[in-house]
Nanobody
Framework: QLQLVESGGGLVQPGGSLRLSCAASGFSSGYYVIAWFRQAPGKEREGVSCINSSGGSITYADSVKGRFTISRDNAKHTVYLQMNSLKREETVDYYC???????????????????WGQGTQVTVSS
C-alpha cells in the first residue's frame, strides 16, 4: 500500500523559505506522479505543484510559479517542495498526494489522487 509522509513545515517570516519533504513507500512497479496540495480552513484543497517519475513532467499553480520548485530524489523515494518568498496568506496545511500515471495533469484536483499524506502545517508570520 502506498504511504506518504510529509515533513518540513513550520514557522517562517514573510519573504522567507521552507523546504517540504514527502517520503513515499509501498510503490509497486509502474509510473506515479506526486503532487503537493494546500488547504486553508473552509476552502477547497488547491493543487500547488506536481512531478512525474522521471522529473520530465512538472506543473505549478500560477500563484507559485517562480517562487516554488518541486524536485524528487528517486533513490530516497522523496519529493521536495522548495518554497521561497512565502506570503502570509500561504499559512495553510500542505499535503502530498500520489496517483499512478505517466505525467502530471493540468488543473489537477483532489479527486484525481488516491493516496494522501497526513499534511504538514506552514505558518508565515512575523
Amino acid at each position: 500500500q502506498l504511504q506518504l509522509v510529509e515533513s518540513g513545515g513550520g514557522l517562517v517570516q514573510p519573504g522567507g523559505s521552507l523546504r517540504l519533504s514527502c517520503a513515499a513507500s509501498g510503490f509497486s512497479s509502474g509510473y506515479y506522479v506526486i503532487a503537493w496540495f494546500r488547504q486553508a480552513p473552509g476552502k477547497e484543497r488547491e493543487g500547488v505543484s506536481c512531478i512525474n517519475s522521471s522529473g520530465g513532467s512538472i506543473t505549478y499553480a500560477d500563484s507559485v510559479k517562480g517562487r516554488f520548485t518541486i524536485s524528487r530524489d528517486n533513490a530516497k523515494h522523496t519529493v521536495y517542495l522548495q518554497m521561497n518568498s512565502l506570503k502570509r496568506e500561504e499559512t495553510v496545511d500542505y499535503y502530498c498526494a500520489a496517483v499512478r500515471r505517466l505525467s502530471c495533469m493540468v488543473g489537477m484536483k483532489r479527486e484525481d489522487f488516491g493516496s494522501w499524506g497526513q499534511g504538514t502545517q506552514v505558518t508565515v508570520s512575523s
